[in-house]
């Protein structure tokens, strides 16, 4: 593998401020002068969660739901310097009775968990293959397996951008340019804070640690934990009538 991908100079972290986004920063092994721009819009944890990064930071405004600044701002980052990884982080998770009474909510998380990384990794792409190089991480989840009641909206963002990220993987095949798709199931964190684990569920390291590994193999997906994999494919076989009776 290209030694500049699995050592990047320059990252480009959508969603700054993710939990899961910095633990894969902090996995990676960076040659020294090594800059990262942490892209989102709360500032003030982008700034806390630079202090323990192993690169030079930079702070960026970026609202995945306002799709008409994406085009610019990913120019503005290259136009800086080629951008050696890309992680599609940005992402909220919001309680599905909430946007059952609220549908513009839903539309919203809609634009932040699916639209917003649509517009913003098609720029991407056009710069990564202008480059002939590079990497993109894209945050799916094993909610896109089999969207349930329990949060379908939230369930079909994902399997939205699961699709999206496959059929962009192979529109880069022999670019020089490489996507990774990453499934993790429940992770514990800020984001389900309150919430009751679901099974095989994992953590924010773990996961920046499967997907450290994976940037430095040649998987195009992993599973977080491995064994997601196999429960996701016996997902897909419960019979719809039972599936609904699941409560999660």
């Not at 100079?9 to 899961?20: D, F, M, N, Q």
């Not at 710069?127 to 079909?156: D, E, T, W």
């Not at 389900?192 to 953590?203: E, N, Q, R, S, V």
């Amino acid at each position: 593998m290209n030694e500049r991908i699995r050592r990047p100079g320059r990252v480009l972290l959508l969603g700054g401020g993710s939990e899961i986004g910095r633990e894969i920063l902090l996995k990676l092994d960076p040659p020294p002068g090594s800059e990262v721009i942490l892209a989102g819009r709360d500032l003030q944890r982008m700034a806390q969660c630079g202090e323990s990064l192993p690169f030079r930071v930079r702070t960026a405004y970026y609202d995945a739901t306002a799709l008409e600044t994406h085009q610019r701002f990913v120019d503005e980052v290259f136009a800086d310097g080629p951008v050696d990884l890309v992680i599609s982080a940005a992402g909220v998770l919001t309680d599905q009775e909430l946007l059952d009474r609220d549908p513009l909510r839903a539309g919203l998380l809609v634009q932040t968990n699916l639209t917003g990384h649509v517009t913003t990794l098609l720029a991407v792409a056009q710069h990564l293959r202008a480059q002939r190089r590079g990497m993109i991480v894209v945050l799916s989840s094993v909610a896109a397996v089999r969207p349930r009641k329990a949060n379908f909206v939230y369930g079909a963002t994902k399997a939205g951008l699961d699709a999206f990220a496959r059929g962009l993987a192979d529109s880069l095949h022999g670019s020089g340019v490489r996507l990774l798709l990453v499934r993790p199931g429940f992770v514990i964190g800020r984001m389900t804070a309150g919430m009751a684990p679901a099974p095989a569920a994992t953590t924010a390291a773990a996961v920046g640690a499967a997907v450290a590994t994976a940037l430095a193999g040649s998987a195009s997906v992993v599973w977080v934990p491995r064994r997601m994999g196999a429960l996701a494919t016996a997902m897909r076989l419960i019979p719809r009538p039972l599936w609904r009776k699941l409560p999660r």
